[in-house]
T-cell receptor, first 114, second 111 residues
């Protein structure tokens, strides 16, 4: 089944404790992206990657890191989480044939930073 | 900054009625996409319209795009309870591969 998976789905952590949220897709998509969703603000793009070893900042990259060592994986790293990073996080992927196409979203990771 | 802005923020309709929501954006785009999200779940793609297209249909969905006004509309005809969800427009800028979402329209369909 074609899908985007994220782990963990729920996470409660404390300020400053490094964490990684994994994202994996099985559709051989070039483009992958991370978003955070906060009430009233919609989805805001954190980072995106157009292919292996190519990553770019989205609109809200501060406090986050990403890597794209393999085509299928795009982990999101919070080196020192803070309470303002409490949010619902989504990973997405798509083909990139000239222009961006339909985004396939993962189920989301609900992160709480205490 | 957010590119797309949906209007209205919330919409409540009776089952069987039509629902219309609008999206406005600020700069030139390649495509505009509409997504649906059911209560905290992942977004599901509904329809993509290219900048050189004016109207597109998919089942009970009709999307229009007016690039001169920098706006798009999504019409859901003959709404059902299962259409209760939040709807987002997403635009990708002409010069890069960022994808920008609006804050969404929450649609409630009453039985």
């Amino acid at each position: 089944e074609a899908q985007v998976t994220q782990n963990p789905r729920y996470l409660i952590t404390v300020t400053g404790k490094k964490l990684t949220v994994t994202c994996s897709q099985n559709m051989n998509h070039e483009y992958m992206s991370w978003y955070r969703q906060d009430p009233g603000l919609g989805l805001r793009q954190i980072y995106y990657s157009m292919n292996v070893e190519v990553t770019d900042k989205g609109d809200v990259p501060e406090g986050y890191k990403v890597s794209r060592k393999e085509k299928r994986n795009f982990p999101l790293i919070l080196e020192s989480p803070s309470p303002n990073q409490t949010s619902l996080y989504f990973c997405a992927s798509s083909l990139k044939t000239g222009l961006l196409g339909e985004q396939f979203f993962g189920p989301g990771t609900r992160l709480t930073v205490l | 900054s957010q590119q797309g802005e949906e209007d209205p923020q919330a919409l409540s309709i009776q089952e069987g009625e039509n629902a219309t929501m609008n999206c406005s954006y600020k700069t030139s785009i390649n495509n505009l996409q509409w997504y649906r999200q059911n209560s905290g779940r992942g977004l599901v793609h509904l329809i993509l319209i290219r900048s050189n297209e004016r109207e597109k249909h998919s089942g009970r969905l009709r999307v229009t795009l007016d690039t001169s006004k920098k706006s798009s509309s999504l019409l859901i005809t003959a709404s059902r309870a299962a259409d209760t969800a939040s709807y987002f427009c997403a635009t990708d800028f002409r010069l890069d591969y960022k994808l920008s979402f609006g804050a969404g329209t929450t649609v409630t369909v009453r039985a």
